[in-house]
Antibody, heavy 118, light 110 residues
Framework: QVQLQESGPGLVNPSGTLSLTCTVSGGSISTNNGWTWFRQPPGKGLEWIGEIYPSGTTNYNPSLKRRVTISVDKSKNQFSLKLRSVTAADTGVYYC???????????WGQGTLVTVSS | QSVLTQPPSASGTPGQRVTISCSGSSSNIGTYTLNWYQQFPGTAPKLLIYSNDQRPSGVPDRFSGSKSGTSASLAISGLQSEDEAAYFCAAWDDSLNGPVFGGGTKLTVL
């Protein structure tokens, strides 16, 4: 059973960089899946941030593309998210997930709350 | 503003049948299959329905999904108190080249 676990700072300064890592267990990150990051502002719906394949190929939400980098470390079975120049609007719960196909996501991390504040 | 449109709230009494709608466009629901997620406060979304009307193992058959054109519905029959949660619809979107979600419907069991 694949499990995902997010980790990283829960508080980020405005204009700083949000950095999170998702550790995959119970399976290899080298399977041909688009390992994905989502976020959910308080009381709102889910927003797709982007995905990365084991080859390193990435797809990003155009609304965040200029600030986002997703990378993969196959040796550690992890993938990571960096979001630069953050503001209070970037506050929310961040989830990593693995799709089965399309918008079907069977595996999710527990989520981690990131607050942007000084 | 979410790409897929859901009512923000729904309610019903125990034993009742409730439906939640999800509306999209030709670039998402009109082309791709629809998925539903259930989310309890403080927890990650859980896949409830995939491919329009399929239930993952372990999901009670009280939950059913349907799709027609650019709209879809989730039906919950024999409503139970433990069904009180938020429900989100999701589909792939050609314009985004990624998945899009509804804003979520908070279901209250009265």
């Amino acid at each position: 059973q694949v499990q995902l676990q997010e980790s990283g700072p829960g508080l980020v300064n405005p204009s700083g960089t949000l950095s999170l890592t998702c550790t995959v267990s119970g399976g290899s990150i080298s399977t041909n899946n688009g390992w994905t990051w989502f976020r959910q502002p308080p009381g709102k719906g889910l927003e797709w941030i982007g995905e990365i394949y084991p080859s390193g190929t990435t797809n990003y939400n155009p609304s965040l593309k200029r600030r986002v980098t997703i990378s993969v470390d196959k040796s550690k079975n992890q993938f990571s998210l960096k979001l630069r120049s953050v503001t209070a609007a970037d506050t929310g719960v961040y989830y990593c997930a693995r799709p089965t196909t399309g918008a079907r996501f069977d595996y999710w991390g527990q989520g981690t709350l990131v607050t942007v504040s000084s | 503003q979410s790409v897929l449109t859901q009512p923000p709230s729904a309610s019903g009494t125990p034993g009742q049948r409730v439906t939640i709608s999800c509306s999209g466009s030709s670039s998402n629901i009109g082309t791709y299959t629809l998925n539903w997620y259930q989310q309890f406060p403080g927890t990650a979304p859980k896949l409830l329905i995939y491919s329009n009307d399929q239930r993952p193992s372990g999901v009670p058959d009280r939950f059913s999904g349907s799709k027609s054109g650019t709209s879809a519905s989730l039906a919950i029959s024999g409503l139970q108190s433990e069904d009180e949660a938020a429900y989100f619809c999701a589909a792939w979107d050609d314009s985004l080249n990624g998945p899009v979600f509804g804003g979520g419907t908070k279901l209250t069991v009265l």
